[in-house]
């Protein structure tokens, strides 16, 4: 049984700054991807940032030069770091792990930036 728990949302003032971690248990595989998700009311779940088990990292544009995505293999964890946050990145994040024989996503977590 695999589980992800993310933990590190909250209410942020523009400019400012949040950490965001999931921790992954059960057979998660040794090649697989985890990523972070978003999803602001009224829009669908969109792709935040992605990172393989080697270590390759994809970004959307918008968030490109302010966060950053990075793992910890032995802790099978997966953080985001979110600086220079801007009102329009409110949202649930969600962590997702996809691995071969499919994908699991965590109960999300609310990130809230005011202007």
């Known amino acids: 049984q695999v589980q992800l728990v993310e933990s590190g949302g909250g209410l942020v003032q523009a400019g400012g700054s949040l950490r965001l971690s999931c921790a992954a248990s059960?057979?998660?595989?040794?090649?697989?991807?985890m990523g972070w998700y978003r999803q602001a009311p009224g829009n669908q779940r969109d792709l935040v940032a992605t990172?393989?088990?080697?270590?390759?990292?994809n970004y959307v544009d918008s968030v490109k030069g302010r966060f950053t995505i990075s793992r910890d293999n032995a802790k099978n964890t997966v953080y985001l770091q979110m600086n220079s946050l801007k009102p329009e990145d409110t949202a649930v994040y969600y962590c997702?792990?996809?691995?071969?024989?499919?994908?699991?996503w965590g109960q999300g977590t609310q990130v809230t930036v005011s202007s």
């Open positions: 997702k792990l996809a691995v071969t024989w499919g994908q699991y």
């Open positions: 059960g057979n998660i595989g040794s090649i697989n991807t």
């Open positions: 990172i393989s088990s080697a270590g390759s990292t």
